[in-house]
């Protein structure tokens, strides 16, 4: 039998793909998210520099046009989710 998840809030895991340089800083795309399957503001979340440096992770995978992506990841708790970002843009949430 299985069952079917309707909400954001619903599912323990989900996947989002964010375009370097076009998309905005991660940071908040990751909060905006997060507080979209909490059902919260993303104002009434703890600020991320509480688990990670913003402004790191926002240019962590930041290269020149010419030398291509770097590769790596980079994974940390928020606000009861596991966050793992790749340098290709894939970003996995998980409801711990």
């Known amino acids: 039998m299985s069952s079917t998840v309707n ?3 619903e ?13 905005g800083q991660i940071s908040d ?9 909490e059902d919260n503001r993303p104002e009434d979340l ?11 992770l926002n240019t962590a ?6 030398s291509g992506c770097t590769a790596g990841c980079i994974t940390f708790s928020y606000y009861g989710y596991t966050v793992l970002v ?3 843009g894939h970003i996995l949430i998980k409801k711990n």
């Open 11 to 23: 599912r323990r895991t989900h996947h989002l793909r964010h375009e370097w340089g076009v998309d």
């Open 7 to 9: 909400s954001p809030s």
């Open 86 to 88: 790749q340098s290709t």
């Open 46 to 56: 703890p600020g991320l520099e509480t688990r990670i440096n913003p402004e790191a």
């Open 61 to 66: 995978f930041e290269t020149e046009e010419s």
């Open 29 to 37: 795309r990751i909060i905006r998210a997060i507080a979209e399957y």
